[in-house]
């Protein structure tokens, strides 16, 4: 029986890969989407916080802490959204 060896090219490990700029690597545009989120979040929470305050007469919190969670509520529904599409053949 014999034995086939497939031979490859020379590899050498201080070969420098191609330079990427930063801006190639990182999702600029989903850090710039997720920090607007994150800041209306925030905003949506003080006017909440403020608004029960007037009403309750106390500080506490309620439902408006869930403002706080909008990026998450964002990524959730719009990766459902996304699996749902794919699923009927109206995606990619």
Do not use: N
Not at 17 to 24: G, K
Not at 38 to 44: A, E, I, R
Not at 64 to 91: C, H, K, T
């Amino acid at each position: 029986m014999q034995i086939k060896l497939e031979r490859r090219q020379p590899v050498s490990f201080y070969h420098r890969q191609e330079r990427r700029r930063l801006w190639e690597c990182i999702p600029v545009a989903a850090i710039v989407k997720y920090t607007a989120l994150t800041l209306v979040g925030v905003l949506v929470f003080r006017a909440g916080q403020a608004r029960a305050l007037a009403e309750r007469g106390y500080e506490a919190l309620g439902g408006e802490v869930f403002a706080l969670f909008l990026p998450g509520f964002y990524w959730m529904v719009s990766r459902v959204i996304r699996d749902a599409l794919d699923m009927r053949g109206g995606g990619k």
